[in-house]
């Protein structure tokens, strides 16, 4: 039972273009959700992140948009840069006594190309 | 601030064999979650400790065990080690409460043969 789907495995974008990464969840309890970069051979980081109440939440050159009625959220890069380059995870959390607890997306590998 | 580290960051081990995985946060941090990665089944939450004590478990068997130190050091240990449990197993740490973000290290790859 995958709670979070990222249904594109794989997007390439022109470089200073938008890039799109999209994601479905079916938990209606995850009431935050994360956006993750990930490079080989490395951990996860961090890029941005929004709360349920919110439907939209902006960092530089990422924003993350929630449609809680779909069940859906996305995360924009204005520009697209070489360097995005890399597998985005989206990841949602449950609250409450889950908050440790992160659920991921299968990942979409970004290419940005020059 | 220094990130999340983990030790070691390569491991091969015999099948039948246990390993134990090492994890130190973020200072201040005081919970520590761990995840298991593999080409088929993505990033797995295993378990997460706050405060020394589990607060949350995936659905991985009784062999996958972790603890928490007073000073919010992790460790997990793999009894029994399957085939299938080679991966890249990742830990992450967050302030805890409530901060839902999670600053994840290195990761240490663990090979079983």
């Known amino acids: 039972d995958q709670q979070v789907k990222q249904n594109s495995p794989s997007l390439s974008v022109q470089e200073g273009r938008i890039s799109i990464l999209n994601c479905d969840y079916t938990n209606s309890m995850f009431d935050y959700f994360l956006w993750y970069k990930k490079y080989p051979a490395e951990g996860p980081t961090f890029l941005i992140s929004i709360s349920s109440i919110k439907d939209k939440n902006e960092d530089g050159r990422f924003t993350v948009f929630l449609n809680k009625s779909a069940k859906h959220l996305s995360l924009h890069i204005v520009p697209s840069q070489p360097g995005d380059s890399a597998v985005y995870f989206c990841a949602a959390s449950a609250g409450g006594t889950s908050y440790g607890k992160l659920t991921f997306g299968q990942g979409t590998i970004l290419t940005v190309h020059p | ?113």
């Open chain 2, 1 to 113: 601030k220094a990130g999340v580290t983990q030790t070691p960051r390569y491991l091969i081990k015999t099948r039948g064999q246990q390993v134990t995985l090492s994890c130190s946060p973020i200072s201040g941090h005081r919970s520590v979650s761990w995840y298991q990665q593999t080409p088929g089944q993505g990033l797995q939450f295993l378990f997460e400790y706050f405060s020394e004590t589990q607060r949350n478990k995936g659905n991985f068997p009784g062999r996958f065990s972790g603890r928490q130190f007073s000073n919010s050091r992790s460790e997990m240990n793999v009894s029994t080690l399957e085939l299938g449990d080679s991966a890249l197993y990742l830990c992450a740490s967050s302030i805890g409460t409530p901060a839902y973000e999670q600053y994840f290290g290195p990761g240490t790859r663990l090979t079983v043969t």
